[in-house]
């Protein structure tokens, strides 16, 4: 059965890498360097690389990749990615046959303009590889879409199954739980996902994947439209809010500035 391992990279991304047997493929390899580190360690062969936007922090190692290995490149239609042999949107799905896995795509725009998702279950269990799009307890910055675009794209994840995991690109968390906390103090959940995750940055862990389950019960972007956020989002403003998406958008704003 396949497995999946987080290889951290710079400050906080991830680069994750699916491994099967002898072969191994990468989502967001944004430095090839641990990634190569790690294939040779492991005498792992690389299969594929998949990519679900065009920032360097995720497809950055690609040439260096491609330059050892001839592997097949997936990634965003609407995006330059380096290498990449196949253009993808949403409704395609793709095989990585050395995994026996496959994926659907998801278009998530927002983050960048032409973001995708990977779902689908390489290790047995459902997953969803979202690059910067959904964090734990947090969601990626409007860098090129607007946030009726963003909120859109959050919904597609937020409907997934709720045992879905979700696999991100930054280890983002802790912050994103004190921004959520100065959103929504009352949310018991979230109080103990605090402490749950800081357990685990104690013990040097990732806190990741998350689960969707997870993120509708802690995640202030999913939960936008929730009275207790909206309330939130309207005190924040100064005035009312007409709905969801301007919800959002306000929160959105509001963690750009606690940052
Ligand atoms: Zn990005």
Not at 99 to 108: G, M, P, S, T
Request: hydrophobic share 45%; aromatic share 8%; with cysteine.
């Amino acid at each position: 059965m396949p497995s999946i391992i987080p290889i951290p990279a710079f400050r906080d991304n991830y680069i994750w890498l699916i491994r099967k047997g002898v072969r191994a493929a990468v989502v967001d390899a944004g430095d090839a360097n641990p990634v190569i580190d790690y294939l040779d360690r492991e005498r792992l062969e690389l299969c594929a690389i998949l990519a679900t936007h065009h920032h360097n922090d995720h497809v950055g190692g690609n040439t260096a990749l491609l330059s050892r290995w001839n592997v097949p490149v997936f990634g965003p239609a609407h995006e330059n990615i380096p290498g990449r042999t196949h253009a993808l949107v949403e409704g395609d799905t793709i095989s990585v046959p050395e995994l026996d896995a496959a994926f659907d795509v998801l278009d998530i725009p927002g983050h960048t303009a032409g973001h995708i998702a990977f779902v689908g279950a390489p290790d047995g269990a459902p997953a969803v590889f979202c690059g910067d799009t959904l964090f734990a307890v947090g969601c990626g910055r409007l860098f090129e879409g607007t946030p009726p675009q963003m909120w859109s794209s959050l919904g597609k994840l937020a409907a997934l199954a709720r045992d879905t995991r979700v696999f991100c690109g930054h280890e983002y968390t802790l912050a994103n739980i004190r921004f959520a906390l100065a959103v929504e103090p009352g949310n018991r959940a979230l109080v103990e996902r605090q402490k749950r995750e800081s357990a685990k940055r104690e013990r040097n862990e990732p806190t990741l994947p998350s689960t969707i389950g997870d993120e509708l019960e802690t995640n202030p972007f999913l939960r936008a439209d929730r009275p207790a956020l909206k309330a939130a989002a309207e005190a924040h403003a100064g005035g009312r809010l007409a709905d969801a998406v301007a919800s959002f958008a306000e929160l959105r704003a509001w963690k750009n500035a606690f940052d």
